[in-house]
């Protein structure tokens, strides 16, 4: 089943069982999959690499947004953004462990020849190809930081 037709079946299931904070959480999926349809270049269709990058986008903002708003010691709004973030999560790919992660930068480390901070770039680009949508992209900084530093 494609991404936005399991969207949708999920919104009439939410809708049915009455769960709110699910419904709102999937009609801003929708809403932003319906949006990446229409951008310049698109024929209405999402495919299913850019829904997920969408996905991650959306789950990002939200988690951003939870931090922000527990600096700020308002539990009352992080909490449904940290809701949001879980149930759009669970349309996303299984993200990888963070010894899985290192074990593949490490790799990259060595076929780039990369040796110091300062060879950073050489070492994210591939990693952050090669490990789209399956781990988290601070994870993947920080990782190559603490393996050339």
């Not at 999959?33 to 495919?47: F, I, M, R």
């Not at 076929?111 to 781990?135: E, H, I, N, Y």
């Amino acid at each position: 089943m494609k991404l936005t037709e399991q969207i949708n079946a999920d919104i009439k299931a939410a809708m049915l069982a009455r769960e709110k904070d699910k419904l709102e959480a999937l009609r801003a999926v929708k809403s932003a999959l319906l949006l990446a349809g229409t951008e310049k270049g698109a024929d209405g269709n999402v495919s299913e690499e850019a829904g997920l990058k969408v996905l991650q986008k959306l789950v990002k903002q939200r988690k951003d947004a939870a931090v922000i708003y527990t600096e700020q010691n308002r539990d009352d709004l992080a909490q449904p953004e940290i809701f949001q973030a879980e149930v759009i999560s669970t349309y996303l790919p299984v993200q990888m462990g963070e010894s899985e992660v290192k074990a593949i930068i490490q790799l990259i480390i060595e076929r780039t020849g990369a040796s110091s901070p300062a060879d950073m770039g050489k070492v994210m680009g591939p990693a952050m190809g090669q490990l789209q949508g399956k781990a988290d992209g601070k994870l993947i900084s920080s990782l190559v930081k603490e393996l050339l530093g």
